[in-house]
């Protein structure tokens, strides 16, 4: 059968969906996408208020693949590093990288999806429906059901291949546990998020350094902020569900003004609208989630949060998306269209990655909130710096790995990470200052227990 007669299917016109219908028409698939949503590039977007991703080398490198990368560009925010607010004392910056190269970007989700939605249907050979909802998937049929989210009405339609890329909350995987030996975990952080914003100056201006993540760690909570092209940030708000300052506990405005007053008052006139947007705004979930498998034969592929969501705070979860796409693409490129081979050849080859950028997501948790806090934290960091320009050959840090560079796996990042970590740990537990560390026992450990890059 040549690819063109082949009926593929893509459920959500999301992130990963869009790019991956991109990818598929550039292989002269006839794709047609269902996205619950209405076309949000026929909705007004209320002034100042985007939510941005930060995107980094892996979403670069699949969106330089797809053809796309050069209608994001320009709306890319540097960000080389952090500034970090502490409640007491000046804020700091800690670049991320020591190269030039070595940053990511802050860019609009909305805006990205907008350029990753056009691009798919200007290829001429993906057609998008939106207000589908996908309620069902009978796998003897090799038939999808969905609904209309205007009339109600029900329609169905084969497919021979489908691939799901309808995010966490997945209608498709739900239809995966009607399969014999199918395993999917949800492991919830105790935490979740709100959104708020710092407008720009009455100048039109950013009221912060604009190239930087803005970080204020409070132990078991934390702000950041992300720098939108239009002079404001988008700010979160990560809490715990319970305990004594929480979202449990922060049920009225005098509570909440007091959260701020306490933990960050520096905030309370850069986010003027705190209290209506607090209450206003919706809570979002946190969790992680694992699932096995990802494919079943040739009929159907979870990629994305579908397959795998995880936790933000490595901000890879769509960079890890978009990798999966990636990776699809070269299999079906490696296997000649046989898609059998294709999605199981993706699934064996991102699963592992999934699961390790899963791990490292919720440890970076603990240390944007808490660790950065640390005197020592800071000294380790200056140490990873100092190892790779003396070890270039074998040191990298995985912080590095994950953001800059695509050629190290997640898993290469978290199983080297280890090994760095414990190296780092015995050259500092007993001194307080780089001047003070052994060289002879770092080139001996660096020789002795990490490979050449
Ligand atoms: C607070 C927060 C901050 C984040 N920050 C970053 C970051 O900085 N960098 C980063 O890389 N990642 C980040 N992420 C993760 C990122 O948002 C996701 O990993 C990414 O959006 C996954 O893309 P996706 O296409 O798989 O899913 P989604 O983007 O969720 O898209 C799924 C699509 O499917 C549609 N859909 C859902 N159900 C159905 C259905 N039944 N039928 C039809 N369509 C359906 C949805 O409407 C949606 O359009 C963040 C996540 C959160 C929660």
């Excluded at 059968?1 to 893509?10: A, F, L, Q, R, Y």
């Excluded at 941005?52 to 540097?78: C, M, T, W, Y």
């Excluded at 760690?217 to 700010?235: C, E, K, W």
Aim: hydrophobic content about 40%; some cysteine; proline content about 5%.
């Amino acid at each position: 059968m040549s690819s063109k007669d082949e009926e593929v299917c893509i459920v959500g016109a999301g992130l990963a969906g869009c790019l991956m219908a991109c990818f598929l028409a550039k292989r002269s698939y006839h794709v047609k996408v269902f996205e619950l949503r209405p076309d949000r590039r026929k909705q007004s977007v209320a002034a100042g208020r985007s939510i941005n991703l930060s995107l980094s080398d892996r979403g670069v490198v699949a969106l330089k693949a797809a053809g796309i990368f050069d209608q994001v560009e320009p709306h890319l925010v540097k960000m080389p590093g952090r500034m970090i607010h502490p409640l007491n004392g000046d804020a700091f910056y800690q670049s991320y990288g020591r190269k030039p190269n070595e940053l990511h970007y802050s860019l609009s989700r909305g805006g990205l999806n907008d350029i990753l939605l056009s691009a798919a249907e200007s290829s001429g050979d993906v057609s998008i429906q939106f207000s589908q909802k996908c309620v069902d998937l009978d796998w003897e049929a090799s038939k999808l059901s969905f609904e209309d989210q205007e009339s109600s009405r029900v329609s169905s339609l084969n497919f021979s291949h489908v691939i799901a890329c309808d995010g966490a909350p997945s209608a498709v995987r739900a239809a995966f546990h009607k399969l014999p030996k199918f395993e999917c975990r949800a492991e919830e952080l105790g935490a979740s998020y709100k959104e708020l914003c710092i407008p720009p100056d009455p100048n039109g201006k950013y009221r912060l350094e604009k190239e930087a993540l803005h970080i204020w760690p409070r132990g078991q909570f934390m702000l950041i902020a992300l720098p939108n092209s239009d002079g404001s940030f988008t700010v979160t708000l990560f809490l715990p569900n319970t305990g004594e300052w929480s979202f449990e506990s922060l049920k009225s405005e005098p509570r909440l003004e007091e959260f701020f007053q306490k933990f960050f008052p520096d905030c309370i006139e850069l986010i003027p609208d705190f209290k209506k947007d607090f209450f206003a705004n919706p809570t979002g979930h946190l969790a992680t989630i694992r699932s096995f498998p990802w494919h079943f034969g040739d009929k159907a592929l979870m990629l994305g949060d579908a397959a795998h969501a995880v936790v933000p705070f490595h901000g890879q979860g769509m960079n890890c998306s978009f990798e999966d796409c990636l990776e699809l693409d070269r299999c079906l490129e490696e296997f000649s269209g046989d898609w059998l081979q294709a999605f199981a050849e993706t699934e064996k080859r991102r699963k592992p990655n999934a699961d390790a950028i899963a791990q490292m997501a919720i440890e970076n948790y603990t240390e944007m909130r808490d660790e950065v806090r640390d005197p020592k934290f800071h000294l380790r960091k200056r140490l990873e710096w100092a190892l790779e320009e003396k070890f270039p050959d074998r040191f990298l840090s995985r912080y590095s790995m994950v953001m800059f560079y695509h050629q190290y796996s997640y898993s290469e990042a978290l199983e080297r990470g280890k090994i760095q970590t414990e190296i780092l740990q015995k050259l500092t537990d007993d001194i307080d200052d780089i001047s003070k560390v052994d060289w002879t026992q770092a080139q001996s450990l660096v020789a002795n227990r990490l490979s050449t890059l």
